[in-house]
């Protein structure tokens, strides 16, 4: 296995094998490390487990480089942690675990490496490369994670059903897996998770939205997200999503399986975006729509105003699983609420005071929605896919020519608010915004042109209108 690691992280282990060897510990690298070298993904983790005291082993080790690495330990946990040539290393002393039904933390006492390897999730974590003298070098395999990565198989090492209940964080870490390394789910371990599923609400928000973005951040998160609802999960942890699920057929009328359609959206985005909170806004393009799903006799069913009831859900979504309340919550919300005017503009005669419009709105991130809008073209049907990509490009035209020509993007109305309320000695109340607002959609409309003059003798001509004269 060493042969596939660089020769840094080879000089690495060495000095690793040194310490202990200096302590008479034995010690091994094992799980994510292992894993991956294996596979021949990239990684810049390293777990080090040692029979004995890992933070003494970790000090040890560090006194083998020059310059010393600095060593951050933690005793309650016995972990230490630090950071030679790129490489992230953890140093733990083997231990074995107990759990307690109620509650996800073990009670946990030093064990041997059979003890730590009987206690981790799944087979291809299981796995342990020797640091020793005396068979350096020697891969430990006793749960066959080696078959399984072969056999591209996600499976626990002991009974799932004591795995999970045990953790149950480690059903959304099979499905995490299963969705980033394309593997399949053991048919044992996939009805351990079924069974546990109720399991999952003695873990912490926090934790499992950490598994959701990892499973978001995927290559094809379609995977993960689409077993998430096939388990039950994600009828836990996101019932909103769930609510999507489904056609319905009326009269001979029929509307797509929004959840679906939403999966497949995430996936076209996920192709040209590694930002995780613009595939956080695919997710919730259409999540207003269950509320706003309505049939209407001779034209079928209707989703008017989704994208405004979506937009409205979102700051309660992200406080339910714990997102950030923030410029990134702002962003997803403008998304969903934005989404559809770009198609509207794909239509013919559009104006150039609806592109104006849209650029205001969307400001600096209008490229994102157009983002968004290309994912959300989900037909089988390739010649109406043309159609849509031809139109969005011809809207991306529209959308540059116009901000060359008004440089609109991010702007604001040369009147502010509070030059209003200086010219006419008046404290801020609902004219001045009338006013405001009355120059900015003036601009926006083509009415009077972008400069101050103009906007000047605008401002004077509305604010005659509601009775107001300048003091100066």
């Not at 039904?101 to 342990?128: C, K, W």
């Not at 399984?148 to 626990?156: L, P, V």
């Not at 004591?162 to 969705?179: E, G, H, K, N, V």
């Amino acid at each position: 296995m060493f042969t596939s690691c660089t020769e840094k992280e080879r000089f690495i282990f060495k000095k690793i094998a040194h310490g202990g060897e200096n302590l008479q510990t034995s010690c091994y690298v094992i799980g994510g490390f292992v894993r991956d070298k294996l596979i021949g993904r990239n990684t810049s983790d390293a777990d080090i487990v040692c029979v004995g005291d890992g933070i003494k082993l970790a000090h040890e080790v560090a006194a083998q480089f020059s310059p010393q690495p600095r060593v951050a330990f933690f005793k309650n946990y016995g972990t230490a942690h630090m950071r030679v040539d790129g490489l992230d290393i953890e140093f733990v002393g083997a231990r074995k675990e107990s759990y307690r039904y109620h509650s996800r933390n073990p009670e946990v006492a030093p064990g041997t490496l059979h003890d730590d390897q009987n206690r981790r999730d799944f087979t291809i974590n299981t796995m342990a490369i020797s640091l020793n003298k005396d068979d350096y070098g020697q891969l430990i395999d006793p749960f066959g994670g080696i078959a399984d990565i072969s056999e591209k198989r996600i499976r626990t090492p002991l009974d799932p059903a004591q795995t999970f209940s045990d953790d149950p964080l480690r059903m959304m870490r099979a499905i995490r897996f299963a969705s980033q390394l394309q593997f399949n789910i053991d048919e044992q371990t996939w009805q351990g998770i079924k069974d546990n599923v109720e399991r999952i609400q003695i873990i912490s928000q926090e934790r499992i939205t950490d598994e959701l973005n990892k499973i978001l951040m995927s290559e094809k998160p379609s995977v993960g997200l689409d077993l998430l609802y096939q388990c039950g999960l994600l009828h836990r942890i996101f019932p909103q999503m769930v609510d999507l699920a489904g056609a319905e057929y009326k009269e001979g009328w029929g509307h797509k399986d929004n959840f679906y359609h939403t999966l497949l959206v995430v996936d076209n985005i996920a192709a040209h975006t590694a930002d995780l909170w613009l595939r956080w806004a695919a997710v919730l393009h259409d999540i207003g729509k269950p509320a706003t799903k309505k049939f209407e006799d001779g034209h079928g069913w209707t989703f008017h105003g989704h994208e405004v009831v979506g937009a409205r859900m979102v700051p309660k979504i992200f406080s339910r699983l714990r997102l950030p309340q923030d410029s990134k919550m702002q962003f997803v919300k403008k998304m969903v609420e934005l989404h559809l005017r770009p198609i509207s503009l794909t239509k013919e005669n559009i104006t150039d005071s609806a592109i104006r419009r849209l650029l205001f709105d969307a400001g600096d991130d209008i490229d994102a929605l157009m983002t968004l809008c290309k994912a959300d073209i989900t037909s089988k049907n390739k010649k109406k896919v043309r159609l849509y990509l031809d139109n969005f490009e011809m809207v991306q035209q529209r959308l540059h020519d116009v901000e060359e020509k008004d440089r609109i993007r991010n702007w604001q109305p040369p009147i502010t608010g509070e030059m209003i309320m200086d010219i006419f000695g008046i404290s801020p109340c609902r004219k001045v915004g009338d006013i405001k607002n009355a120059i900015k959609d003036a601009i926006l409309d083509g009415v009077i042109e972008n400069n101050y003059d103009s906007a000047y003798d605008y401002m004077l001509i509305k604010a005659k209108e509601l009775n107001l004269e300048p003091v100066k």
